[in-house]
């Protein structure tokens, strides 16, 4: 079992940065592949990042290649997603999660979800 919590949402105003923080229970966070999603009013959840077990690789969605970085640091549990250039259209919940098999962008595929945490980009 893993619990998730994420962290680090808020308000930022269009071009801003925000780094977002999902801290993980137990002592087999490195055997995890984690990911990112968001969701936005009134549309279905969608992948935003991916980080293999190990940090040596990672998977963007093209809405946010080059603006978005994802890594890890396995001694402290945590996942990170930093935010650059943020857009109006970035504001939604975001999630991270967790799966023992490697998930790709298949959200089904994984296997713990945290609450979320809302960022909220003005223009």
């Known amino acids: 079992q893993v619990q998730l919590v994420e962290s680090g949402g808020g308000l930022v105003q269009a071009g801003g940065s925000l780094r977002l923080s999902c801290a993980a229970s137990?002592?087999?966070?490195?055997?995890?592949?984690m990911g990112w999603f968001r969701q936005a009013p009134g549309k279905e959840r969608e992948f935003v990042a991916a980080?293999?077990?190990?940090?040596?690789?990672?998977y963007y969605a093209d809405s946010v290649k080059g603006r978005f970085t994802i890594s890890r640091d396995n001694a402290k549990n945590t996942v990170y997603l930093q935010m650059n250039s943020l857009k109006p259209e970035d504001t939604a919940i975001y999630y991270c999660?967790?799966?023992?098999?490697?998930?790709?962008?298949?959200?089904?595929?994984?296997?713990?979800w945290g609450q979320g945490t809302q960022v909220t980009v003005s223009s």
């Open positions: 999660a967790a799966a023992r098999m490697w998930p790709d962008r298949n959200s089904a595929a994984y296997d713990y």
């Open positions: 137990g002592r087999t966070f490195s055997r995890y592949d």
């Open positions: 980080i293999t077990r190990s940090g040596g690789s990672t």
